[in-house]
């Protein structure tokens, strides 16, 4: 069956610091990969998306993400994290043409000052 | 609207009571969907629309739960005989067409069953 692990619950770093957040899916075909954002009290946003070409992706707000067939893995990084960035990040897999997506359980990212 | 619309923000009920969720899709998106997020669980696929194909319920936990999506547009998720553990933020979201396209989120409402 289909599925995505997030390995983190939390992951604190430092304002200014690099940032990567791993992602691991369970998928026999290729993947439509996502990387979404969720403020508090708020719904998700799409960061970025992976459906072919680069395996290199770039989003909003300065993240990128990295598709790696050999690993099964999504990678969302961000070379210099600012305070804004704390949230709780989902990796996706979009599985079957109907669009259904399948979630992980989300990574809490802290920011120390 | 510009984005995915859901209301009431905030629902607050007793148990045994029904409850209906709103959710106003973007303009032209033909797909829609309804998701629970538990605390500190990721999110549940509940149902699916699109266009007007019969809707995929295979995530609706109980005959509790139903939902409809009136005219390929506004969306109503009912929850009968609600249980505490019904307790959760429920998202919306549409999209543009079938697979693959990325689902655009509403900010979700927040239901507690007392």
């Known amino acids: 069956a289909q599925s995505v692990t997030q390995p983190d619950i939390h992951i604190t770093v430092s304002e200014g610091a690099s940032l990567e957040l791993r992602c691991n899916y369970s998928?026999?075909?290729?993947?439509?990969l996502f990387w979404y954002v969720q403020s508090p009290g708020q719904g998700l946003q799409l960061l970025l998306k992976?459906?072919?070409?680069?395996?290199l992706v770039q989003g909003i707000k300065g993240f990128e993400a990295e598709f790696k067939r050999s690993q099964s893995s999504f990678n969302l990084r961000k070379p210099s994290v600012h305070w804004s960035d704390a949230a709780e990040y989902f990796c996706?897999?979009?599985?079957?043409?109907?669009?259904?997506?399948?979630f992980g359980k989300g990574t809490r990212l802290h920011i120390l000052p | 609207g510009a984005g995915v619309s859901q209301s009431p923000s905030n629902k607050v009920t007793e148990k045994g009571k029904d409850v209906e969720l709103r959710c106003d899709p973007i303009s032209g998106h033909t797909a829609l969907y309804w998701y629970r997020q538990s605390l500190g669980q990721g999110l549940e696929f509940l149902i699916y629309f699109q266009g007007n194909s019969a809707p995929d319920k295979s995530g609706l936990p109980s005959d509790r739960f139903s939902a409809e999506r009136t005219g390929g547009s506004v969306s109503t998720l009912t929850i009968q005989r609600t249980q505490q553990e019904d307790s959760a933020v429920y998202l919306c979201a549409s999209s543009l067409e079938i697979g693959p396209s990325a689902q655009h989120f509403g900010d979700g409402t927040r239901l507690s069953i007392l």
């Open positions: 996706a897999v979009g599985v079957g043409r109907d669009d259904k997506i399948i």
């Open positions: 998928y026999g075909a290729t993947p439509y």
């Open positions: 992976y459906f072919s070409g680069d395996t």
